[in-house]
Nanobody
Framework: VQLVDSGGGLVQPGGSLTLSCAASGDIFSGNTMGWYRQAPDKQRELVALISSDGMPDYSDSVKGRFTISRDNAKNTASLQMNNLKPEDTAVYYC????????????WGQGTQVTVSP
């Protein structure tokens, strides 16, 4: 499985960005897609996940500001990020937890999001 994530950039506080993730390869049904992020000198943390039947799960820090969606036919996911804050600055990594018995996890290469005046 290969993941390509894109859409990062530099934005002012209060601005918006949309991240995209495209998956290809041996993808099984029942998978979960989403994003984690890692800021400098911090551990990687969950941002949002979405199941194959469209159930989202958000971290408290982004709830109400970020919206995750997916297109199962295209094996893509999107993360709409609104009202961005400086503390959202991080490298964002797309993840796919496959629908195999081991729930094998695959990661994208990461995309930088910088929120700064």
């Amino acid at each position: 499985v290969q993941l390509v994530d894109s859409g990062g950039g530099l934005v002012q506080p209060g601005g918006s960005l949309t991240l995209s993730c495209a998956a290809s390869g041996d993808i099984f049904s029942g998978n979960t897609m989403g994003w984690y992020r890692q800021a400098p000198d911090k551990q990687r943390e969950l941002v949002a996940l979405i199941s194959s039947d469209g159930m989202p799960d958000y971290s408290d820090s982004v709830k109400g500001r970020f919206t995750i969606s997916r297109d199962n036919a295209k094996n893509t996911a999107s993360l709409q990020m609104n009202n961005l804050k400086p503390e959202d600055t991080a490298v964002y990594y797309c993840i796919l937890q496959n629908g195999d018995r081991y729930r094998t996890a695959y990661w994208g290469q990461g995309t930088q999001v910088t929120v700064s005046p």
